[in-house]
């Protein structure tokens, strides 16, 4: 097995976990959904920054954020921003088992978007597969 399919197992076991956790808290409506979001974001963020200080990029990081690949990488933390705002948003006014496949299909957009900006190949057999994930996840909405 590749190495990037086991990172994406367990990127797949922390979000599973993560929404579960979030879900959880923000159910007893003693902690809103922004202070959630306050609390796992920066447990993310200061543990990005360690893994960024003992790689010895930590000067990279505060002095060349000009450069196109982290320019890049703002904008994705924007796009970030966005998308876990409305998921922890979703999750405190809806049932975790509708909002997180919709919320899943990011994996389709994430894909389509490789193949017609980044050129990635695409066989019949994925597209295939990610239909069948569309109308799941149709299946469930409705």
Sequence with gaps: MQTYVLWALLGMLGYSFMTLF???AE???SASTYMVLAVSTT???VAAIMVVAGRGELKSLVFELERPPLLWAIAGGL???VAVF????ALSLGPSNIVIPIY?????GGALLGVLVLGEP???YRGLGLL???IGVVLIAI
């Design 22 to 24: 979030v879900k959880l």
């Design 27 to 29: 159910r007893s409506g």
């Design 43 to 45: 447990i993310v963020s």
């Design 79 to 81: 796009a970030l921003t």
């Design 86 to 89: 409305s998921l922890f948003h």
């Design 104 to 108: 899943g299909m990011f994996i389709v």
């Design 122 to 124: 695409m066989p019949w």
């Design 132 to 134: 069948a994930a569309v």
